[in-house]
């Protein structure tokens, strides 16, 4: 497998499945576009899946995980061990990303794209490591270009995976702390933005900690120079291991007609990557949700994407994702179920 | 049952299932309040159900039906006989609620409290008729006072029947051709505002039939005067049969301590009748989404209800209810389901 291979493969949607999925809707017995979000929402996955009423079965959230050498800069509220903890956390189910997947009948995949220390084998962990943490992007490079390009590889090749054991739809998670700090970064170097403009504060940074993470993030900036043309660059640069993976996954979905649904913040740092590589990648992604954090909607205004839910979340690990995946298969189960007005023998408007 | 019985019955919410709640959700293995309204959900859930881990098992959508004399006016864009096939749509399974509600988990109770026509009995099928089809509230009242009464009363019936059933959570819905314009009255009487101010287009009344509605809104709250102090009095002179049940719902499930989904503008109109007539009913409210109809997001400011969902929905039937119900019980669930730091093994924040 090789990255331009995947870039290429990315088609436009199948417009006429999209028409005919549009002209049922039309039909069914309902004021036309009275269920609003959730009928373009199944005109959407009618065009990506190829079909006029495409359906939603097996569905899994990817979460990647990975750490970040500029945590060493203070920029999170929690410890780095965390990353790790939340990672056995998931396996063992206790987390609330394995809450919601049950809730809405998703698995999850776990998958281990650069935590800083060796996590043992288990069941449901993927073990997909670049490297031990990135290094601290306020003293250089995070990572070599090489290694953006290897995560990018590893988190298509996850989800390719995936969809050969039958899936229809992807959730994007992720799991790292210091995450916030690094998608920050890459959102302001694509949007040539300055850091306060972007950048929240996290899992719930003091406001010395939010300071220290714009100081991060400037210094980042300033001794990278990423380059906003070069999406590689960018996540060589000030990325990290679970987000390259992630907009692996993005590209390796589309590349294979299958719908994502992008979780908060951090996908959508890993949408812009996978966007910028492969622009017609991104009408094959659904924004779950607009996060409490900062920037996260000026980036989804930015990748022209509405978000389904605004409901003051910023966890991450794909609990968002989770809860659109849900109105994703209603809006396909709705397309697909409900009676027309001629099967239902109800008159339509005059 | 008598009406002043079940609003006296209406308990404040408890403190201190709220309060355990609230504590919990601060040692799951998150960040304080980054599940957002989740998290807030799930404290009111805590507090309405009296249990500091409630559960949402059994899940009913109660969609009431009813005719509106108002439609001679030409206010709709669907002819009256629209009202009975739908519910036939209801009882065969074809309509969106069905789907909606199949999607979540729940049943659908499917209430005739005063279709114009006589609707064969049919499983599935409550006939708790008030009459048939309300007076044309544009040239006198709508209803008797002694009809709006039995209309609740019926309503807090058809709640408390499916209470004894074992029913966790109750969804509200609506069939009623006309009655986004009963619904606007009712809120312009109640909130003292002009019919401009809060109706809109309904089922998607064009131009002229907008201004039809208008105009029937003006001479109902002109030639009835309904008395903005007593809701009653609203609901008997601008209301509906189905409305003055869906109040009857909310305020039966109210005393029983049942936590209710209201779905889109004709929920709220009855909700407005339920929290005027016993104020703590509202905290036993919450409002699934905001509708594109006009008015509904000021109704709602009113009531002081924030919507979870805003997807540009404008069916009624419960489709929205259906789908707040699921974030209900995926509240629930992580409240009850997710590890706490300490028995997952999670360093806290610093």
């Given at each position: 497998m090789n990255l331009e291979h995947i870039l290429s493969n990315?088609?436009?949607?199948?417009q006429s499945a999209m028409d005919a999925a549009r002209a049922r809707q039309d039909q069914?017995?309902?004021?036309?576009?009275?269920?609003g979000r959730l009928e373009d929402l199944s005109i959407q996955l009618a065009g990506i899946m190829g079909n006029a009423t495409p359906s939603i079965r097996e569905k899994v959230i990817i979460t990647m995980a990975g750490d970040h050498g500029v945590t060493i800069e203070g920029?999170?509220?929690?410890?780095?061990e965390v990353t790790s903890q939340m990672v056995s956390n998931f396996l063992a189910g206790g987390a609330a990303i394995n809450v919601l997947a049950r809730h809405v009948g998703a698995r999850v995949a776990v998958v281990?794209?650069?935590?800083a220390t060796d996590i043992p084998p288990?069941?449901?962990?993927?073990?997909?490591?670049?490297?031990?943490g990135t290094a601290n992007m306020a003293k250089g490079?995070?990572?070599t270009r090489g290694q953006a390009v290897e995560s990018i590889l590893r988190g298509a090749q996850v989800v390719q995976d995936e969809i050969l054991r039958g899936v229809d739809i992807v959730g994007t998670g992720d799991m790292g702390i210091g995450n916030t700090t690094a998608s920050a970064a890459i959102a302001c170097a694509l949007m040539e933005q300055s850091p306060s403009e972007i950048a929240g504060c996290g899992t719930g940074v003091d406001h010395e900690g939010y300071n220290r993470k714009l100081s991060a993030i400037e210094r980042a900036l300033r001794v990278?120079?990423?380059?906003?043309?070069?999406a590689l660059d960018v996540l060589a640069k000030v990325g990290g291991f679970e987000i390259g993976g992630l907009a692996g996954v993005m590209l390796g979905a589309a590349s294979r007609g299958k719908p994502v649904m992008i979780d908060g913040f951090i996908s959508t740092a890993a949408a812009m990557i996978a966007v910028s590589l492969?622009?017609?990648?991104?009408?094959?992604l659904i924004s779950a949700h607009r996060s409490q954090e900062h920037g996260h909607g000026r980036m989804l205004d930015w990748l022209g994407l509405t978000p389904?839910?605004?409901?003051?979340?910023?966890?991450?690990?794909g609990t968002g994702a989770a809860l659109g995946i849900s109105f994703a298969e209603a809006a396909c189960k709705i397309l697909a179920g409900m009676a027309t007005f001629g099967e239902a023998g109800v008159s339509e408007k005059r």
């Amino acid at each position: 497998m090789n990255l331009e291979h995947i870039l290429s493969n990315i088609k436009p949607l199948d417009q006429s499945a999209m028409d005919a999925a549009r002209a049922r809707q039309d039909q069914l017995t309902k004021p036309r576009g009275s269920l609003g979000r959730l009928e373009d929402l199944s005109i959407q996955l009618a065009g990506i899946m190829g079909n006029a009423t495409p359906s939603i079965r097996e569905k899994v959230i990817i979460t990647m995980a990975g750490d970040h050498g500029v945590t060493i800069e203070g920029v999170s509220a929690y410890p780095q061990e965390v990353t790790s903890q939340m990672v056995s956390n998931f396996l063992a189910g206790g987390a609330a990303i394995n809450v919601l997947a049950r809730h809405v009948g998703a698995r999850v995949a776990v998958v281990d794209m650069g935590v800083a220390t060796d996590i043992p084998p288990r069941e449901g962990l993927l073990n997909r490591k670049v490297g031990y943490g990135t290094a601290n992007m306020a003293k250089g490079p995070a990572m070599t270009r090489g290694q953006a390009v290897e995560s990018i590889l590893r988190g298509a090749q996850v989800v390719q995976d995936e969809i050969l054991r039958g899936v229809d739809i992807v959730g994007t998670g992720d799991m790292g702390i210091g995450n916030t700090t690094a998608s920050a970064a890459i959102a302001c170097a694509l949007m040539e933005q300055s850091p306060s403009e972007i950048a929240g504060c996290g899992t719930g940074v003091d406001h010395e900690g939010y300071n220290r993470k714009l100081s991060a993030i400037e210094r980042a900036l300033r001794v990278n120079r990423p380059d906003p043309k070069d999406a590689l660059d960018v996540l060589a640069k000030v990325g990290g291991f679970e987000i390259g993976g992630l907009a692996g996954v993005m590209l390796g979905a589309a590349s294979r007609g299958k719908p994502v649904m992008i979780d908060g913040f951090i996908s959508t740092a890993a949408a812009m990557i996978a966007v910028s590589l492969a622009p017609p990648c991104r009408e094959y992604l659904i924004s779950a949700h607009r996060s409490q954090e900062h920037g996260h909607g000026r980036m989804l205004d930015w990748l022209g994407l509405t978000p389904l839910l605004e409901l003051d979340l910023r966890l991450g690990e794909g609990t968002g994702a989770a809860l659109g995946i849900s109105f994703a298969e209603a809006a396909c189960k709705i397309l697909a179920g409900m009676a027309t007005f001629g099967e239902a023998g109800v008159s339509e408007k005059r």
